[in-house]
């Protein structure tokens, strides 16, 4: 089954609205045919990254988003806000949420119910500590967040959905899963997804996140089941995450 590659950008806490709107700019001119890129600047930026390459095929996303329209929410941004920002896509569940922010599977439910509700592309993560792989609960843990995150939709409401295969032992630690280990992964969460939404799962694409950068993208996006990355500290350099978009 052929599923267009997606390489996202996760700029996280970085890059000001004029460092952002630059590197935005720059990449538009490295995006390929038939590779899907976005970048997911700070709530601050996604507004102006967005006006700044209107019109180009680069996309943008939102890191996260609360569950409510609107309302007295103090500190929080809602999918409808980031849609008319711009935004086509939202990360949800991403571990440094889960870890620091108390985000959970019931959470990310939520979150993603507004997502959807506005046709925004969400982009789920998901992904083990490294206490857990040891444990031997990697299939355990995985198979919880999916179901969890996923409960209560029906396949046709989760057509768009991406899900994003993070080990928290490869984020921001220069470690990666090798090829084998991500491989495998993929194609567990793919059988997961298959019980959930059936042959929906054939088309989800499910990124490889974890220390992606230009000398290991090629390897790690050949993998049958792997189908584009989740990029973080690589893609606020314009030259480290063109090549990544080149090795898709
Ligand atoms: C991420 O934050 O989703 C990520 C994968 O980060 P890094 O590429 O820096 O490991």
Not at 113 to 124: E, F, M, N, T, Y
Not at 125 to 148: N, P, W
Not at 183 to 202: I, N, P, T
Not at 218 to 227: A, M, N, V
């Amino acid at each position: 089954m052929a599923r267009t590659p997606f390489i996202a950008g996760n700029w996280k806490l970085n890059l000001t609205v004029s460092e952002g709107v630059a590197l935005a700019k720059g990449l538009v001119g490295a995006l390929k045919p038939g590779v899907e890129v976005a970048v997911c600047p700070t709530f601050l930026a996604l507004y102006p990254v967005a006006q700044a390459v209107a019109g180009s095929a680069l996309g943008v996303g939102g890191q996260n988003c609360y569950w409510e329209e609107k309302g007295a929410f103090t500190g929080e941004a809602s999918a409808s806000f980031l849609k008319d920002a711009g935004a086509k896509y939202v990360i949800l569940g991403h571990s440094e949420r889960r870890q620091y922010f108390g985000e959970t599977d019931a959470t990310i439910n939520k979150r993603l119910k507004a997502v959807l509700a506005q046709g925004l592309v969400p982009i789920l993560c998901i992904g083990e500590t490294l206490a857990e792989r040891d444990g031997g609960l990697l299939q355990q843990v995985l198979k919880t967040q999916i179901e969890g995150s996923l409960a209560g939709f029906t396949a046709a409401q989760l057509e768009t959905l991406v899900v994003a295969y993070e080990p928290v032992w490869a984020i921001g630690t220069g470690r990666t899963a090798s090829s084998a280990q991500a491989q495998e992964a993929h194609a567990f969460v793919r059988s997961v997804l298959r019980g959930v939404v059936g042959d929906l799962a054939d088309r989800v694409r499910i990124q490889y996140g974890g220390s992606v950068k230009a000398d290991n993208a090629k390897e790690l996006l050949s993998q049958p089941d792997i189908d584009g990355a989740l990029v973080g500290g690589a893609s606020l350099k314009l030259a480290d995450f063109s090549a990544i978009i080149a090795a898709a």
